[in-house]
């Protein structure tokens, strides 16, 4: 239960960040990679809640495997965009692996 309000409060900060108006592009920056954090936060808090529903199931035989990995492959997508507005490219497939490690346990089935 604890997981799913995590998950629900992220998802409205998410929303809250998407809609605010920023003043100037560098704030949209800041906004952007704010809303994309919300969203992992949101995407991890529902990791969470079905790894507590049932613990003895890998993560590729959770009910929501594949909602899970379509939202990460979302979510690595928009960090690579966002990561290469303000960073050179290396380093990039070092932390989109991090991710994508998850992803693969989510489709290994």
């Known amino acids: 239960e604890g997981a ?28 952007d990679e704010l809303e994309w954090a919300a969203r992992l936060l949101e995407v991890g808090a529902r990791l969470g809640a079905a790894r507590c529903r049932t613990p003895e199931r890998a993560l ?30 290396g380093g990039l497939e070092r932390s989109a692996s991090v991710l994508q490690r998850v992803v693969d346990a989510l489709r290994a089935g």
Not at 4 to 24: C, F, G
Not at 61 to 77: K, M, T
């Open 4 to 31: 799913e309000r995590s998950a629900a409060a992220a998802r409205s900060l998410a929303e809250r960040l998407r809609a605010y108006e920023p003043p100037t592009p560098e704030a949209g920056a800041y906004r």
């Open 60 to 89: 590729h035989e959770l009910d929501a495997a594949a909602n899970l990995a379509e939202d990460l492959d979302a979510l690595i997508s928009r960090h690579r965009e966002l990561w290469l507005r303000r960073s050179r490219s």
